[in-house]
């Protein structure tokens, strides 16, 4: 409107004021739409920051790894690789992870990770976890 008035004032016609702001309109919502869809990928794609990923990270590689085996290839609980995960059920790994195994030497860790941190976890897991660095 502000703009509209200042082009009016500045001795534009009506036609081009009208034009002027219906295309001004277009792009400001193209420009908004646009924002919003890249602001909902940045959250579902930063929702965990680079410090928690990397305490995640060694987590795994040392808590995780004391019963998985430090490169995740075995111990007492089974091989955490890529390869070794291929046709697990993401959903499963989950809760596994955060609920543990009864009658098993596997524990909840849900107290100390949640539902975002756990995902985040599995989709290393299923790509190839990360060296702890």
Do not use: Y
């Not at 001795?11 to 919003?36: E, H, L, Q």
């Amino acid at each position: 409107m502000l703009m509209t008035s200042t082009l009016t004032k500045r001795g534009a016609s009506p036609a081009f004021v009208m034009i002027f702001s219906t295309i001004f309109s277009s792009v400001m919502s193209v420009v908004f739409i646009t924002c919003v869809a890249f602001s909902n990928t940045a959250v579902a794609d930063t929702g965990i920051s680079h410090e928690r990923k990397t305490a995640l990270i060694k987590l795994v590689r040392n808590d995780c790894g004391s019963c998985h085996g430090m490169t995740l290839k075995g111990g007492l609980g089974p091989e955490l690789s890529a390869e070794s995960l291929h046709n697990s059920d993401p959903e499963s790994l989950r809760e596994t992870i955060l609920h543990g195994r009864t009658d098993t030497a596997m524990p909840p860790w849900s107290a100390f990770i949640n539902g975002a941190e756990a995902d985040w976890i599995v989709e290393q897991l299923m790509k190839g976890f990360p060296d702890a660095h």
